[in-house]
């Protein structure tokens, strides 16, 4: 197949949304399909365009995966605002949406067979359609963050009629796309309530690579240079640290066990709640904040936790499912997650670590000592973390489904079953 990718994050990003359409894009590029994305420059979750890219310039590359695969890469300026949210959010997204028409109309010379547009941001949908339609092929939208509904529920925005008229729009967009897939149970209700029939709303979970993280056995390098004693417990965040996760409870919880030499709280990542988060805890001696770290220490970062930290705010359940939260589980480590037992965090979680009530400080706090004291669970629910990892987040299985959903809407025959080693 000859595939179109349209999103605002991609390759080299390491965390978020960035993350898993960079791998996607390689995974089918390895396969043997043409592939081509118009994206932004790198900028998440830094809020800062990466080194060597600029924000006010097109550019043209070709993409390369360490496998070899490589993928034609169009990156397309975009504003980018230091502290975003609300309407500077919404004009970060429409910059790129108005830069990247173009580009993508374009693209319909190639005569792609699938076009596949990556929401956020929907403000992209309307060129992703354009171009299927003049190309004659499939349109997909794949949505990992329901921002429509987020921007409402979490006050980003102003309800009322602004919200009939955006909840309106989006209908109209998500009828007219061949298929809409999301990452989770509850996201997948949300977009059926929507007005997509079933049959069109395949389930496509972000993965995990179960073979680059896994278990580690033996001394951990970031411990030692991080200078935490051997028998202190960490309890670890890692990822964006923005606005929509409700991190102020990891300060709370810190604060809490300030004077409890056996657990130390490590968190790190970049984003724009990252200077405000670092203020809120001076003086608390039991917090490590580290930076984002490389792709090829990724394995060594999460098995550095002895258990995961894994806040969320109530108003955001199921509106988004927490990408970090597929490495948590293929490390091997438990997860306390502040999540209610009926949301899709609380339904994987509930079963490989601990729930506590969103917003409860001190109810997580409590949940660290529990498990901090007792390395025989730790272990237990670690086991059944990686177990679900396996079973259910395997890159491979997961987009092999989608190879073969993508190829037959676009009527193209599968693949011959690879021959046996």
Not at 148 to 162: N, R, T, W, Y
Not at 192 to 199: L, V
Not at 346 to 367: E, N
Request: aromatic fraction near 6%; hydrophobic fraction near 45%.
């Amino acid at each position: 197949m000859k595939i179109l990718i349209h999103g605002i994050n991609f390759a080299p990003e390491l965390v978020g949304i960035g993350k898993y359409t960079g791998e996607m894009a390689g995974w089918l590029a390895a396969r043997g399909h043409a592939v081509r994305v118009v994206a932004a420059p790198p900028y998440y979750p830094e809020w800062a365009v990466g080194a060597g890219y600029r924000p006010d310039r097109y550019r043209r590359e070709t993409w390369r995966w360490t496998d070899g695969a490589a993928a034609e890469v169009w990156r397309c300026p975009l504003w980018v605002p230091h502290q975003p949210g609300g309407a500077k959010r919404l004009a970060h997204l429409a910059s790129f949406a108005a830069s990247g028409a173009p580009v993508m109309l374009a693209q319909a010379r190639w005569r792609p067979d699938l076009v596949l547009c990556v929401e956020p941001t929907l403000f992209s949908a309307p060129a992703a359609l354009l171009t299927a339609r003049l190309a004659g092929a499939r349109a997909w939208l794949h949505i990992q963050d329901l921002e429509v509904d987020a921007a409402f529920d979490l006050g980003l925005l102003p309800g009322g009629a602004l919200r009939r008229f955006a909840l309106g729009c989006e209908s109209v967009l998500l009828r007219r796309f061949d298929r809409v897939s999301t990452i989770s149970e509850a996201m997948r209700e949300r977009v059926i309530a929507k007005g997509i029939a079933p049959e069109r709303a395949p389930l496509l979970p972000n993965w995990a690579d179960v073979d680059a993280v896994r278990p580690q056995r033996g001394p951990n390098p970031l411990r030692a240079e991080l200078g935490i004693a051997e028998g202190a417990v960490v309890a670890l965040y890692s990822g964006n640290l923005g606005e929509k996760q409700g991190l102020e409870l990891l300060i709370e919880a810190a604060r809490a066990l300030q004077d409890d030499p056996t657990v130390v709280f490590v968190i790190g990542g970049a984003g724009s709640a990252r200077e405000r988060l670092m203020a809120m805890a001076t003086g608390l001696p039991n917090i490590r904040w580290i930076p984002l770290q490389p792709a090829e220490r990724l394995n060594d970062l999460l098995n550095l936790a002895d258990v995961h930290l894994l806040p969320q705010r109530a108003d955001a359940a199921d509106l988004v499912m927490p990408s970090k939260l597929t490495g948590m589980l293929a490390s091997g480590r438990p997860v306390i997650a502040t999540a209610e037992p009926e949301t899709q965090v609380g339904r994987v979680v509930g079963g490989c670590g601990v729930l506590v009530p969103p917003g409860d400080g001190a109810a997580l706090a409590r949940a660290v000592v529990d498990l901090a004291a007792d390395p025989a669970r730790r272990q237990g629910l670690g086991a059944a973390a990686r177990d679900y990892a396996e079973t259910n987040l395997a890159r491979d299985a997961i987009m092999g489904r989608f190879e073969h959903t993508a190829l037959a809407l676009c009527g193209q025959p599968a693949p011959a079953p690879e021959e046996p080693a």
